[in-house]
């Protein structure tokens, strides 16, 4: 929720309970990472399938859906299956690897057996993941890769299991035989009614009489929603504009786990997710099912391009999350495999992989500065081998080629005998209860500056009424005020600090809807968290200089840090965790006297959240004058996050 409201309506009923008088220097301050707030995907709990990937249909290749693993954490074959597709009567549906494959990366394909006397439409439908967003207002594409001998019509089209009707189709004219092998056929359309919720499905028919007692064999059948600024194969478009809208500055991918792999051999290999969907096998996930890939590495890039992001590139490091260790003998070809991987996104295009990645639309190199060695080597026992010989293999390998390159170890660098370079970024991940999260405001005010930090992974996972063991379902607004304290000592060490990016960015409500993500999403809907909107607040209000602050008061309950930016703009922070309910703050800004804005973030209590047709969050910005003293506001609740923009 949103308001606006005059200074003279939200101060003039409120008595203070408690004061704070802020003396801003206009210099002597440090410059700030030109990065601090960031993303971090990975698909977890279906944040890539059926999330952030524009694909509407489950399963569209038969690669699978389920993975299962045994007692010693090993992934468990076989993958393939036709669950999410369903016959419409008068056929069978089978998966089938009969020849030819549609290509070498989709074996298997489905094989609708046309029952005798057939009449009508036959066919087959798909549920989505757990139903589909459809809309008038955007278009739809439907395509699909058909073999076998058939000369009619085929229709896709969407269908309301809540109205039992139709909402939109479209009709492909049909004409190949058996000796064409696979036909690719596509077309794009607009539905005519939107679904009146997101329990819809897809649908293919044609023609039963013509194919009684036949054969139609189907690959790859897709449809997708218009994508986030028309990209191809690319972004839901919801998910992706309230992504762009946190205003991040780098964008750490491809995980996180996922880029691990549960066990050998299924980690996250790059060269598997680009080119056309058909040649991408996909894998089985680390979080318990099978990924397409479908957002592979050219589609992350491209977001990276459309959303302004550096990216930071996580490559695998030789561990894998069951325990399994790459050998010193074995480890060679992952590293050149890391280098072939530089290349085809950093190579000119009269390179080996330079020029694979021009074919696939891409003439001119990406920019990549960051190149982060695995990912939690803390874990699963990888410590040992990960100071003993994986990373600095790495590093030097990564170094002889690309001298500037920012290298990131995936641990404390206190793990390290002897330590690594000078320089080497470390990643370090919180998952903390609120009293250790704003515990942490002080924390960076006395490291080795030698090793910049970047905060890879954070959430406050506990609140007040939520203790070990038992999660929180949702950030509650004391949960990301205790988030956006830690923020404030992170800005206050920006010269050590890179960034920093919350570590469940997207989760669906089908799969996790028990612990908490910045974003949770339905088909139809997204619910922005507490989490989400401190760190929209802090990502859109921040500059490129700290500014030292003088405060009348010791920090605790009140906090607060500042930053201006090239243009003279001062971003004055101040969260109130647990104090009064009413708090009378006064800002001096040397030579400033023109109308402030002031932005604040709040919600009815200390344990509100955010959830699906709920959202109790109250974002409100005001015009702050300036007089005498400065400028002088009032913050209601214990609870608040606020930015004086001047």
């Excluded at 295009?349 to 982060?372: C, D, H, I, M, Q």
Aim: aromatic content about 12%; hydrophobic content about 35%.
């Amino acid at each position: 929720m949103v308001s606006y409201l005059s200074l003279a309506l939200v101060s003039g009923v409120i008595r203070a309970a408690a004061a704070l008088t802020l003396q801003v220097a206009t210099s002597g301050g440090n410059a700030s990472s030109p990065l601090m707030y960031g993303l971090l995907f990975e698909d977890v709990y279906h944040s890539g399938d059926g999330g952030l990937y524009a694909e509407l249909i489950q399963n569209r290749a038969f690669q699978g859906t389920t993975v299962n693993v045994d007692g010693s954490g090993h992934v468990v074959p076989p993958f393939r299956t036709l669950q999410y597709w369903h016959t419409r009567g008068a056929d069978v549906l089978t998966l089938d690897n009969s020849g030819p494959a549609l290509s070498a990366a989709l074996p298997y394909h489905m094989r609708v057996d046309v029952a005798q006397g057939a009449t009508g439409e036959v066919g087959f439908w798909n549920e989505g993941y757990w139903g589909m967003n459809i809309t008038t207002a955007t278009r739809y594409a439907c395509d699909f890769y058909l073999r076998g001998n058939y000369h009619g019509d085929i229709k896709c089209a969407f269908w309301s299991n809540t109205t039992n009707g139709m909402l939109g189709s479209t009709t492909l004219s049909i004409s190949q035989s058996e000796s064409d092998g696979w036909v690719r056929h596509a077309q794009t359309f607009t539905p005519f009614a939107s679904g009146p919720d997101h329990k819809n499905t897809f649908h293919l028919t044609f023609d039963g009489a013509s194919t009684a007692g036949t054969s139609l064999r189907f690959n790859m059948v897709s449809s997708f929603q218009q994508t986030y600024k028309n990209s191809n194969n690319g972004l839901r478009m919801d998910l992706a504009e309230k992504l762009a809208d946190l205003n991040g500055k780098f964008f750490r991918f491809p995980g996180g786990n996922n880029l691990e792999g549960q066990s050998s051999p299924y980690l996250w290999k790059w060269d598997q997710t680009i080119g056309p969907i058909i040649d991408r096998p996909g894998r089985p996930g680390t979080w318990g099912y099978y990924n397409t890939d479908g957002l592979g590495l050219l589609e992350l890039m491209q977001m990276t391009i459309d959303m302004n992001l550096e990216p930071i590139l996580a490559v695998w490091g030789g561990l894998y999350l069951d325990g399994e260790v790459t050998s010193q003998a074995d480890l060679q070809q992952y590293i050149d495999d890391t280098l072939n991987e530089l290349e085809f996104l950093l190579g000119p295009s009269t390179s080996t992989w330079g020029a694979k990645r021009a074919a696939l639309g891409y003439p001119e190199p990406f920019s990549v500065n960051y190149v982060e060695i695995s990912n939690e080597d803390f874990l699963n026992g990888g410590i040992p081998s990960y100071t003993g010989y994986r990373f600095m293999r790495f590093y030097n390998a990564i170094k002889a080629v690309y001298p500037n390159m920012k290298i990131v170890s995936s641990i404390w660098v206190g793990y390290f005998n002897p330590p690594p370079p000078a320089g080497v970024i470390q990643d370090l991940h919180d998952y903390l209860s609120v009293r250790d999260m704003v515990s942490k405001f002080g924390g960076y005010d006395h490291a080795d500056r030698n090793y910049p930090v970047l905060v890879g992974e954070y959430a406050a996972i506990y609140d007040d009424t939520h203790t070990n063991g038992n999660q929180l379902d949702n950030p509650t607004l004391q949960s990301a005020t205790s988030e956006a304290v830690y923020f404030l000592g992170l800005e206050r060490n920006a010269d050590l600090i890179v960034g920093i990016c919350h570590g469940a960015l997207i989760k669906s409500l089908h799969d996790e809807p028990d612990n908490v993500a910045m974003l949770k999403h339905s088909p139809n809907a997204i619910v922005p968290s507490m989490s989400y909107y401190v760190a929209k607040l802090f990502g859109n209000y921040y500059g490129s200089e700290t500014v030292p602050i003088t405060g009348d008061a010791a920090y605790g309950p009140l906090y607060w840090a500042g930053t201006k930016d090239a243009s003279g703009t001062y971003f004055i922070k101040i969260v109130n965790f647990d104090g009064a309910a009413s708090t009378s703050v006064t800002i001096n800004i040397p030579g400033k006297t023109n109308t402030a804005k002031l932005i604040t973030l709040t919600a009815p209590n200390a344990f509100s959240t955010n959830t699906l047709g709920n959202i109790t969050s109250i974002w409100t910005e005001i015009e702050v004058p300036h007089s005498g003293s400065g400028y002088s506001f009032t913050l209601t609740g214990n609870y608040v996050n606020a930015v004086l923009v001047a």
